[in-house]
């Protein structure tokens, strides 16, 4: 939320203006100090952001402190919004800040303001009711098609994670010889065969010339398996699985 500045330079009438700030409780006070005096110049030094209110025109002035500005102080703009725009003058230093300047930089961004064509608001068209039925139903229709195409695209992957994925059967007396492995392939085997503890598989190569038709080469518990055809690796796939759970779950 914007709040409104405290620290103001205000125009009253005539030639006089006063200057405002905060008091104790954070609130706006009238200022016992007289523009372009050097007292003047001391608050400004001490502020980031004041509000001026002249003759002629208002706007924000900030302060604004860039690299190697350090000895100046930083240098002042003045900013203003009307009409979705915002409007930028440069002030200038601390010292150049008199109600003469501060004046004159409020009348051109009023000036600018003035001249500023207005902005035309355009009609809002109306839609035929008919052709915003029919536009509904093109993108209802376009909408279905998406999602009839996602659905497709999510079977799919359903059934590439179905062809991918190893149920692990509980490591309990109650499941024995389940038939979870009947749908491995010789790499979901494998896989299994390598996850099991003390198991050592691998595929068979073109020096294993004992066992030519040897799906995968098997190691476990000092026992050499070398099954020839898949059901007979699933099975001994199973057997090992499930044994190896049973250990792992009397070391626990």
Request: aromatic share 10%; proline share 5%; net charge neutral.
């Amino acid at each position: 939320m914007t709040h409104r500045l405290n620290d103001e330079i205000s125009y009253i009438t005539g030639e006089a203006y006063w200057l405002y700030g905060k008091d104790e409780e954070n609130l706006q006070k009238k200022l016992e100090i007289s523009p372009d005096t050097p007292e003047y110049f001391t608050w400004l030094t001490g502020l980031s952001s004041f509000h001026f209110k002249g003759k002629g025109g208002y706007f924000t002035a900030r302060r604004e402190l860039k690299p190697g500005d350090e000895a100046q102080g930083g240098y002042w703009y003045a900013y203003r919004k009307a009409g979705k725009r915002q409007y930028k003058r440069y002030l200038g230093t601390t010292e150049r800040l008199t109600l003469h300047r501060l004046e004159t930089i409020a009348a051109s961004i009023q000036m600018d303001i003035d001249h500023q064509p207005a902005l035309e608001k355009q009609p809002r068209k109306k839609q035929d009711p008919k052709e915003s039925k029919s536009l509904l139903r093109a993108r209802i229709t376009h909408l279905e098609k998406i999602v009839t195409e996602q659905d497709k695209h999510i079977i799919k992957l359903e059934q590439e994670l179905r062809r991918y994925k190893i149920a692990t059967p509980p490591p309990t007396e109650e499941y024995p010889l389940k038939i979870w492995a009947l749908q491995l392939s010789v790499e979901q085997c494998l896989e299994y065969l390598k996850q099991t503890p003390g198991c050592h598989a691998r595929e068979r190569t073109y020096v294993d010339e004992s066992t030519p038709d040897a799906l995968l080469m098997i190691w476990y518990k000092d026992e050499k398996y070398a099954p020839g055809t898949i059901n007979e690796l699933r099975f001994i796939t199973q057997q090992i699985h499930i044994d190896g759970l049973r250990e792992t779950s009397k070391e626990w």
